[in-house]
């Protein structure tokens, strides 16, 4: 009988292609620090971020929607909307927004973890990290997020997809616009959106062999579209499984979040932002117009992934990419995982329409106010400058999403 010793380098290869510090290696992208431009257009991105930081609370609706003014804002921005167009869009978006309102309580550096997860506390969390700003860390909001968000043995970063990820998304526009607004309102939302998806990052013992394995998302997708452990989970698809999936289902669950394997963690997640592409796009059925709010997050949570990999401490880099992937099951698994027709989107299709076809779509057409319409735009954008379009793929996809879409389907 072969020595239990024998085993062990089988189990550390599996253990270290999941948690040693490897890194993602690709190029940041551009930052666009809009505070001391002399321009009206970035003033006036400038102005209206600021002017929600102030007046509108990061989570409103009887606490149960997300601020999305920053995301807008900052994407029409970067797809060349001009200073009228950001006004519009404010005007609008603030439409649907609270003020902010008192917390029961502050929170201190001596209490603030025990008030995780607890909505009524978004005020005193963005206070207490403004302050923290001021007195600790001299106005360096990088400081900030460095102490709080990866600091301590379960640090917040291992749970930024607590409320379908916005606490990553709003991070991710405060690092590619420089914005300590933006920085502190994503601390805040980190905070408040803590919950119980941080034990898979933070407990070691989630992370086990699977009887699947593959290097490809699209390929563990497809395997779920067709098993029917996960497809009759379910009588009626929606977010409301999402409780009920990891309460009686963990275990299918982490079957197919350890069967991914990053043993390339680069190409692994040029593979992860392409898949995001095809949730998206390819999951919709010729003539419905069903594209799935709740999948759109999974594309520009991805998008985030990509802003933040190039500045966050590389020891975090794989383990980001897992927490997409399990928000990315989580999410397929509940809306009874629709199928990835590979053979909808044609590149050519494209007719000859290229970037500046979709930019015009996104800042002129009819959901040019629809936060989540326009992110997605630029998030498939930004996925093409990263990797390359050499095939059009990125470019089809978008032409096909701003042509086809008719509003979200839940």
Not at 3 to 27: A, K
Not at 165 to 190: S, T, V, W
Not at 338 to 363: F, T
Request: with cysteine; charged share 20%.
């Amino acid at each position: 009988m072969a020595s239990i010793l024998s085993y062990v380098p089988v189990v550390n290869r599996f253990i270290n292609s999941h948690n040693v510090s490897r890194s993602i290696d690709i190029p940041p992208v551009e930052v666009h620090n809009v505070e001391t431009a002399p321009e009206k257009r970035p003033r006036t991105l400038k102005h209206l971020l600021r002017a929600n930081h102030v007046n509108y609370s990061i989570i409103y609706h009887d606490l149960r929607y997300h601020n999305h003014m920053p995301h807008i804002l900052c994407s029409a921005y970067l797809i060349g909307a001009s200073d009228a167009q950001l006004r519009n869009i404010y005007d609008e978006e603030a439409k649907v927004l609270d003020p902010w309102e008192p917390s029961p309580s502050e929170v201190s550096q001596d209490d603030w973890r025990i008030f995780l997860g607890d909505r009524k506390y978004q005020r005193a969390f963005v206070d207490f990290f403004e302050d923290s700003l001021a007195m600790k860390h001299n106005y360096n909001w990088k400081k900030v997020v460095e102490e709080y968000l990866f600091g301590g043995k379960e640090p917040l970063v291992n749970c930024l997809i607590g409320g379908l990820g916005h606490p990553l998304i709003h991070l991710g526009y405060a690092f590619e616009m420089d914005n300590k607004e933006l920085g502190m309102e994503g601390l805040g939302l980190a905070s408040t959106e803590y919950n119980f998806f941080h034990k898979y990052l933070d407990d070691p013992s989630y992370t086990k062999p699977s009887a699947l394995k593959s290097s490809s998302p699209l390929d563990l997708l497809t395997k779920m579209s067709n098993d029917q452990r996960v497809t009759e989970l379910f009588a009626e698809p929606g977010f409301q499984n999402l409780g009920s999936l990891f309460e009686d289902h963990e275990d299918l669950v982490m079957e197919y979040w350890n069967a991914w394997s990053l043993d390339n963690p680069k190409k692994q997640f040029q593979e992860s932002q392409e898949a995001a592409v095809s949730l998206l796009v390819a999951t919709v059925p010729p003539g419905t117009h069903s594209y799935n709010f709740f999948v759109v997050h999974l594309l520009t949570t991805s998008h985030a992934v990509r802003i933040l990999l190039p500045v966050i401490p590389a020891k975090f880099h794989v383990s980001l990419v897992r927490q997409w992937w399990l928000l990315t099951i989580a999410v397929y698994a509940i809306f009874k995982c629709p199928k990835i027709d590979p053979d909808y989107i044609r590149p050519s299709d494209v007719n000859g329409k290229q970037w500046n076809y979709v930019e015009d779509k996104a800042l002129n057409g009819a959901y040019s106010t629809d936060a989540h319409f326009v992110k997605a735009v630029r998030a498939i954008k930004e996925a093409s400058r990263t990797w390359g379009d050499v095939h059009e793929h990125y470019l089809a996809s978008a032409v096909r999403f701003v042509d086809d879409f008719e509003g979200w389907a839940y």
